[in-house]
């Protein structure tokens, strides 16, 4: 007994500092983000101004989110990589979107536009602009469709 209690604590005490160390947001300036994260806004979203860029410290990590003034959104990882692209106004700039996926959907979706595209190892999500989803393996195969 006096074993489980002990492990409860444990337990406990982690959970808690848990909580304490994950999602803390801080507003940061566009010169903090890493040099790939600006670089990839002043190349594809040159135009457009920055309404808050901000700073998650996560328990594994850190992912940088940056929102404009025409509601659409950047999320990075710690490097500066580009995790999800979601635009409101206009579609997605083409060079953030695999070759290979572009091609698919203006073979399969020639009328529609990518306003969203996010991914992780295990693949990317892409949602078109009749609200259709896609989801593409990561040596982008279609491998399901969201309607």
Known sequence: MKKF???FAVVCAMSTQTQVFAGQDKPIKMEQLPASAQQVISKHFAGHKIALAKVDSELFGKTYDVIFTNGDKLEFDSQGNWLEVECKKSEVPAAL???AISK???DSYPQMKILEIDHDR????VKLSNRMELKFDSQYQLVGIDD
């Open 5 to 7: 209690v002990k492990v």
């Open 97 to 99: 979107v695999p070759e």
């Open 104 to 106: 698919f959907v203006a």
């Open 122 to 125: 295990r693949g990317y999500d």
